[in-house]
Each structure stands twice: as structure tokens, then as C-alpha cells.
């Protein structure tokens, strides 16, 4: 009885160490990022940007539009895969317009090639592009331990499994610009915030579907805010704001938009309160 009792109070230092190891306060989270800039891509070395004049770019009608992702140097966490899909969502937004001629995905080794609002016009020009839409992304990802470790006893003592705490930031950003001003027209950004628990064994993977996810979501909300953005931008030009258009046959013009394309726009509204009503 002597030798179990003596036994126990031997084990109470070790099984006290390791309660407070398993209840140990607070830990570092590890970050890690991967972002493009549009304004570095823009303006490189720090270059200060041009000032922009009150003058309102003047669009030809039907657009043709250039869909292309802001070259970055670091690191991606999107795949080739992941980035293809994106833009072509990108151009999907574009497609239904009845003022938009043709819509092409720039390769990335065009982009990287390219520097500045001057290597941006050139891609556009050997493209023959009258409007660049140019996706950008910045992705943070945190991950650390939780407080609420578990401790298991074995038939070979106690063993500690620590479990992680994940949390993904992601922003996925498209800013449309007229090629020949390089005047910014309009951006729609998506954004998308997730966290999750997992073991340490698996809380590479998990960063990993988090990742993957974030994107995807941040994409279906920026997709959203680019249709917003679209047709509060027709409306603007309508009301003479922002640019001016004209078709490219002459007919049209000024701050206003042409006939033939209100109707259209008319027409199309038409189809689709059917189409939603039948639906």
C-alpha cells in the first residue's frame, strides 16, 4: 500500500506537467500569403502615377474586351487550372452584353512580359482590345495550435495530440480599364473569410481545401459585384457619365447611348423576366 501511495505522489509532477502543458495559454499563429498586385504591376519601382485628366474616355461599340491576371513573381497558391476557370467566369459576366464584340483570355506569359500602364496597352494593342479587365488576388492563411490539445493516456504513458486552428483570407479582385487611357472604369471585388479545426496530421491538407475554397467563393462573390457593377456602369454611360460611347458603324454617340443598343438592352431585359418567370 506504502509502495502505491509512493508511486502516485512520484506521478503528480509529471501528470501536473503535463496539465499545464495541455492548458498552456496562448500560441503564435504562422502566416503565410500570396498576393498580385495590380498596383505594382501598374506602377513598378514605385513609379507615381499620372495625373488623370476630366476628360471621359470615348468607347467604340461593340467592346472588344481582354480578360488577363496581374502577373505576380511570388509563389502562387492558384493553380493554372484554378486561374483558367476564373477568368473564363470573368468573361461570362461579359458575354450576355449586347455591347461587347468579342472577349479574349491573355495568357500569362503575355502579362509577365508587360510592365506598366505602357506594357499593360501594348498587350491590349497586339490583341487589338478596347477594354482590359485585369484579376488580381491576395490570399492570407493563419494557422496555429489550439489551447484544447488532447491528452491520451497509452500503455506507454501520456501522449499529447495537439490540434490546429486554420483561418484563410481571400480576395479576389477585377478592375476594368479603357485600354487606349488607361482610365479605370469600374472593380468588383469578392472577398471570403473561413476557419476550421483539424489535427496536426491533417491540418496541411485542410489549409489546402481552405485555399482552394476561398478562392472559388471569393470568385462567386467578386462575379456578383462585376454583374452589379456592369450594369450600374451601362446606366452611368446612359446618363452621360463616366465615357462616352458610340457604335462603330457611326450610329450613336455623345454621352448617350445608341438606339439599336437600347433596344437590344430592351429586348434582352424582356427575356429574361420570362425566362424568370417561368422558372
Known amino acids: 500500500m506504502r509502495k502505491r501511495l509512493l508511486l502516485a505522489a512520484l506521478m503528480l509532477p509529471l501528470i501536473a506537467g503535463c496539465t499545464s502543458l495541455l492548458m498552456g495559454g496562448s500560441y503564435e499563429k504562422k502566416r503565410q500569403g500570396a498576393s498580385s498586385s495590380l498596383v ?106 489550439r489551447d484544447s490539445s488532447l491528452l491520451y493516456w497509452t500503455v506507454i504513458g501520456a501522449v499529447i495530440v495537439k490540434g490546429n486552428t486554420n483561418e484563410v483570407q481571400s480576395l479576389i479582385d477585377t478592375a476594368v480599364f479603357d485600354a487606349s487611357t488607361a482610365k479605370l472604369l469600374f472593380r468588383a471585388p469578392g472577398t471570403h473569410n473561413a476557419q476550421s479545426n483539424a489535427t496536426l496530421v491533417d491540418s496541411d491538407r485542410e489549409l489546402r481545401r481552405l485555399r482552394s475554397d476561398g478562392f472559388m467563393a471569393a470568385t462567386d462573390d467578386m462575379i456578383v459585384n462585376l454583374d452589379t457593377e456592369l450594369t450600374g456602369f451601362r446606366a452611368a454611360v446612359e446618363n452621360g457619365e463616366r465615357a462616352e460611347v458610340a457604335w462603330r458603324d457611326g450610329t450613336g454617340g455623345g454621352g448617350g447611348l ?21 422558372s
Request: hydrophobic share 45%.
Open 40 to 145: 505594382d504591376f501598374l506602377y513598378p519601382d514605385s513609379e507615381v502615377p499620372p495625373t488623370v485628366d476630366d476628360q471621359m474616355p470615348s468607347l467604340a461599340l461593340p467592346l472588344r474586351v481582354g480578360i488577363a491576371f496581374v502577373p505576380t513573381h511570388q509563389p502562387e497558391d492558384i493553380s493554372a487550372a484554378e486561374k483558367q476557370v476564373l477568368m473564363e467566369r470573368v468573361a461570362g459576366a461579359f458575354r450576355d452584353r449586347p455591347y461587347v464584340a468579342s472577349i479574349d483570355t491573355i495568357p500569362d506569359t503575355y502579362m509577365r512580359s508587360a510592365k506598366g500602364i505602357h506594357g499593360m496597352q501594348q498587350v491590349a494593342a497586339l490583341y487589338d482590345i478596347d477594354v482590359m479587365a485585369l484579376v488580381s488576388y491576395d490570399q492570407v492563411s493563419f494557422s496555429g495550435e
Open 258 to 278: 445608341a438606339i439599336p443598343y437600347l433596344a437590344v438592352l430592351l429586348l434582352v431585359g424582356v427575356m429574361r423576366n420570362i425566362k424568370c418567370r417561368r
